[in-house]
């Protein structure tokens, strides 16, 4: 391990310095040697399939391994995308001259060793690989055990372009030790990693936050509200509403409870309801809900549960200032949203809730990188510090400061 | 601690939304209070004092400790230079309009609830509380002990003026718990504190790193270097050099290793030796070094060593490859300069060096806030994420992405 990330390590400084031309031309060549390769990844792919199948893996779960000619293009596809993003690394972030006559320059440089660990979608594989390769990083992957055989064909592929360009293979790796183990010691390797980014579940996130000594961009789970003033326009909060909940439910950035103003509940939630009902949705409701529609009781538990399904609680509320108190009570500070036409009441809404993305009058389905217009995503974090929120190509890059003198010394 | 962690949460909103203007007022309010009560503060600052030389502090360490009107006045103007920077929150730092027709603003905002913890000077007790209050945050501060009293009476002070403008006195508190084991156990409340920042000893910070499930951004060491290239402007390097070393050896951005380039070293090296010598340095020397003047011999164990006093190494290298290859296997990251008049070296040397400064005929001397021209330093960053290199009040900051719709949903 300690030697794997020794020439890991040794290998940052020669991408980090590689320029945008290069880089763009190397990730183009990389999508012409995944389609030259496509039937080897199929074939790997194959034996993963086989052996989820085996091991009675979800259908859903099938569906995200899968590979065919199609998708192998997909990817290919995304790795030209991801080529023609503006290069992110050397941007100059800020300018002075301070009181000394130094010039200083702000400027973004790669973050260095970014390992990234993730699910079983081997398209992730190539996407943070190239992410990563196109800001300059050395990208160190993890996948899900069950995606093994199609993650080492779709690396080999990637490898070989590196060293068919005098190249460190050890710019784009795998983990060599890929089991927990494994991942327990790189969390520990701060003298080797600079960023670790889980994205998983639950579990695996907080056993990395607990125990990383490297720093951690998680994504962790969102827990969304939207709050329908009382001077919410009827038309945009029906909408939103089923937005937000009903489009993808599973995914982090779908509402989970919907706040309403006690004054226009009673207006308002007979139609809610039908609408959710008609998109399948299961409903659960707090005592004042409860007194104008059917639906089963909401509980503090209900109200604390990402369900990342088609369930929805319903909680009335007497105003803004208690819809804001529950949203910072339950809240997981990723996306929420406030209804209104009202200006004061909107200002203070986004001025207040502390979270990633506030939203007035919009779904929180927007909270995505390509939604933001960021081209790729390389995530959502939920992390306060570095990146927060959506994460383009650009997160994957800190600063330095240039300073330029004239023989300056200090007095 | 728990029911104080949660109170200093709670606290977070309401410092966080408060205006510029009532900000200011309150630091000022806080500068007049620290004089009005500054018999008071020496009072208690005499009781540590007494304590400190019962102990046999050294005299540098008590001369940190020691308050009086002069440092009481002192320390009031500090918190006035602070009301007096530039509103750190509501930022706009990007924005933009996205193919949906929403409006994304990128804002700064505060980070949250902020444990400091430092050593034995008191003054950093009201300077760390203003710079957090300023930037909206909720300081949990931890004094080295030596300082208890004086601290206690600083942050008493403080905290009365926010109770007369009838602000939760929590925003400015003092860890109730102040022992190794009350800090251990604030670092893992990653549900109540959103950044540790400790400024102090190698250990402590060792400790906090490795154990932190709170991000950490740390003010760690500096092993800093000067390289004089062949192509160096003789009296530049010369100055550069000796004031990189000598003009204050004890802190974090003075050089610790001069490299110079082979084919100028029998040129350089006796007036360098000779200016060093004035200037009280000790010197260790490569093999190379000491065939030009006669040193102690330089091991890999010195160039490894953050001296933090009037010693240098000095190593003999062939070139701009050998010197980077050297500070990168021995350099913290931290400050790092080139002397040259050679515009290509100047260029490699500064697009290659990974750390938070690199100079160009400059002495590494200048990492710091007050130089950089923030107007009030929170310390100097030796991580690679959030926040790098010197920090101002900037960086007690994150951001929060605002989206202004007219009821978009996503398709």
């Known amino acids: 391990m300690k030697e794997f990330l020794s020439r890991a390590k040794a290998s940052a400084q020669t991408i980090a310095t590689l320029d945008g031309k290069t880089k763009n031309r190397i990730l183009n060549e990389m999508a012409e040697a995944l389609l030259a390769n496509s039937s080897t990844i199929v074939k790997a792919n194959k ?22 000619q199609e998708r192998v293009e997909a990817i290919a596809n995304s790795l030209r995308e991801i080529a023609q993003l503006k290069e992110p690394v050397g941007r100059i972030l800020d300018g002075w001259v301070n009181d000394d006559n130094l010039r200083i320059e702000k400027v973004s440089v790669p973050i260095g060793v970014v390992g990234v660990i993730y699910e079983s979608r081997p398209n992730v594989t190539s996407d943070v690989a190239a992410l990563c390769f196109k800001s300059g990083n050395v990208a160190i992957l993890k996948g899900g055990k069950e995606a093994e055989h199609s993650n080492m064909a779709i690396a080999k592929v990637l490898q070989d372009v590196l060293v068919k360009n005098k190249l460190p293979k050890e710019i784009v790796s795998l983990l060599p030790d890929a089991t927990r183990e ?26 990395i ?19 329908i003033h009382r001077d919410a326009s009827h038309s945009k909060a029906l909408s939103i509403a089923v937005n937000a909940k009903c489009q993808r439910p599973g995914v982090c950035n779908a509402m989970e409870t919907l706040l309403i103003d006690k004054e226009i509940s009673k207006v308002l939630l007979p139609g809610l309801y039908k609408a959710f009902v008609d998109s399948g949705t299961k409903i659960k409701g707090c005592n004042a809900t409860r007194e104008f529609i059917f639906v089963d009781p909401a509980t503090d538990i209900d109200y604390d549960t990402e369900y990342l399904a088609n369930i929805l609680n319903i ?7 208690e819809a804001m108190a529950h949203i910072t009570r339950f809240g997981s500070g990723h996306s929420e949203a406030i209804i209104t036409e009202n200006y004061s009441a909107a200002e203070k809404f986004m001025n207040t809730i502390d979270a990633a993305c506030v939203y007035v009058n919009a779904s929180t389905r927007f909270t995505d990188g390509g939604a933001f217009g960021f081209g790729a995503e390389v995530g959502i974090s939920t992390n306060k510090l570095h990146a927060r929120g959506p994460m383009g190509i650009n997160e994957l890059t800190t600063y330095k400061f240039k300073i330029y003198g004239n023989g300056q010394v200090r007095r």
């Not at 936050?209 to 709050?227: A, I, Q, R, W």
């Not at 909680?315 to 200032?321: A, F, L, R």
Request: proline letters at 3%; glycine letters at 10%; aromatic letters at 4%.
């Open 47 to 68: 034996k993963d399939m086989e052996a989820g199948e085996k091991s009675k893996l979800e259908s859903a779960l099938l569906d995200r391994l899968l590979l065919n």
């Open 315 to 321: 909680k009335v509320v007497s105003g803004i200032d």
């Open 209 to 227: 936050s607990k125990n990383s000594s490297v720093p951690v961009v998680k994504h962790d789970k969102g827990l969304c509200h939207t709050y």
């Open 182 to 207: 494994g991942v327990a010691k790189l969390i520990k390797e701060d003298g080797y990693v600079d960023l670790i980014v889980p994205r998983g579940g639950e579990a695996l996130i907080k056993f």
